[in-house]
């Protein structure tokens, strides 16, 4: 790792901030490169990074030159920028400007504005046409609604997070969210719940077309859309509506059917409901880590997968519902291993077995994935709470060990 980007990670030890306005002064020091772009901005609280991966596919597919914006990283910094669908190889430089620019500013950027700024800063001068942009929080006053030139908004799903920021009501979350609906058009999946479906509506949203015929197999998922059948690799009960959301959205952009079909079919996102055979089991990753999101690992692991002895390596961060979690996986595993996430905002192990001990018979602790993964007793194990667990779970599947 560089040292800028060493800085700028530690950095995230300070906190955050909401509001978009150093964000926006940042661009402009930095010659608002976000009005050189067409920008796809999509919010939701689960979904967001399986709609970016999808119309990124689909934008390349179509022969586009694409930007990919998400948080946070799972495997490496680099990974959040995409240019091309690959990671940006001048990464370090983009982010050394964005500090630069970023100092002497009387309200100081935080981590993840800068990087924000260094995302735009990069589409810009690599030549990219479209940047596709992954809310990190809400939506209204997201450091990444601070941009000009949308061409589009997607609302992939609107359930109870972060509360003490958002609102504890499905209604002030969802109008955070419709805030990313700024002077463009704009797409809301089935998965938005009806009763604020009118909130999005009213800001001139559509909803999305709804997938069916639904097949689920151990390759992907079938469904049709549309009058059209489409195979994702992606896996999980959801991915269908998350892709119709992609779907919806690319055709209002005039993208054509067959770079659609195209671009659905090479999707992928590391760990969201990732299936890795191995050794013999099949280890299951996904950085799910909220009730919402649980449900299709529950689906899997209590229907496919129900006969078999099931593993569930838990972590999470302290301001997750762990509880709320683990009540959602009840009687989808034989045994819960409770790990402690690396990092400052890690809960505490303590706290972890707790939480797990309230919903499962059988509950043991390690000190790290690697840990776990050494002592799992299952045919089917799933690492999941957070995605800051999954980086090692895959080190030590390669390993064979």
């Known amino acids: 790792m560089s040292d800028i980007i060493a800085r700028i990670t530690n950095m995230r030890s300070e906190g955050m901030k909401f509001g978009t306005e150093r964000t926006r002064e940042l661009l402009n020091r930095l010659g608002s490169p976000d009005d050189k772009l067409k920008i796809i901005h999509v919010a939701g609280t689960n979904g967001k990074g399986s709609a970016c991966a999808y119309l ?48 002497g500013m009387s309200d100081a950027p935080t981590a993840y504005e800068r990087q924000t700024a260094a995302a735009f800063l990069m589409f810009a001068e690599e030549g ?16 990444t609604n601070a941009v000009n030139k949308k061409v589009m908004a997607v609302i992939t799903s609107v359930s109870l997070e ?24 704009s797409v809301i999946s089935a998965c938005v719940p009806e009763q604020v479906r009118g909130i999005f509506f009213g800001r001139g949203a559509v909803l ?23 195979f ?14 992609a779907i919806t959205a690319a055709e209002l952009l005039g993208i054509g059917s ?11 996102v590391f760990g969201r409901l990732q299936i890795v055979p191995a050794g013999g089991r099949r280890y299951i990753l996904d950085g799910a ?15 496919r997968y129900g006969s078999m002895r099931r593993t569930v390596v838990y972590g999470c961060l302290a301001d997750k519902d762990a509880d709320g979690v683990l009540r959602m996986l009840a009687g989808c595993a034989e045994e819960v291993i409770a790990v402690s996430p690396h990092g400052y905002r890690a ?54 060990r």
């Not at 999305?208 to 489409?230: A, K, Q, V």
């Open 232 to 245: 994702t690799s992606m896996a999980g009960c959801v991915q269908p509506y998350n892709a119709a959301a």
């Open 258 to 268: 067959d770079a659609i079909c195209t671009g659905v079919r090479n999707a992928a």
């Open 347 to 400: 809960m505490a192990l303590d706290k972890i077995e707790a939480a797990c001990r309230r919903v499962f018979p059988v509950v043991r602790t390690a000190e790290s994935v690697a840990a776990a993964l050494d002592a799992a007793a299952g045919e089917v194990v799933a690492v999941c709470g957070s995605f800051t667990l999954l980086k090692e779970a895959k080190e030590w599947i390669e390993r064979g």
């Open 162 to 185: 972060h509360t003490a920021f958002l609102g504890d009501s499905i209604d002030k979350i969802a109008r955070h969210k419709a805030g990313i609906i700024v002077d463009c058009p």
């Open 128 to 143: 990219c046409e479209y940047a596709v942009a992954e809310c990190c929080m809400g939506g209204l006053l997201d450091t």
């Open 56 to 103: 990124t596919a689909i934008l390349l597919a179509a022969g586009k030159t694409v930007g990919t914006y998400t948080t946070p990283e799972v495997l490496s910094f680099e990974e959040q920028f995409l240019v091309g669908g690959v990671p940006c190889a001048r990464c370090a430089d983009y982010m050394s400007r964005a500090m630069e620019a970023a100092s």
């Open 289 to 303: 880590h909220n009730p919402e999101s649980m449900a299709p690992l529950a689906k899997l692991l209590g229907g």
């Open 208 to 230: 999305s077309e709804l997938p069916e015929d639904i097949s689920e197999g151990e390759s992907g998922t079938e469904f049709s859309c549309g009058g059209r059948r489409y």
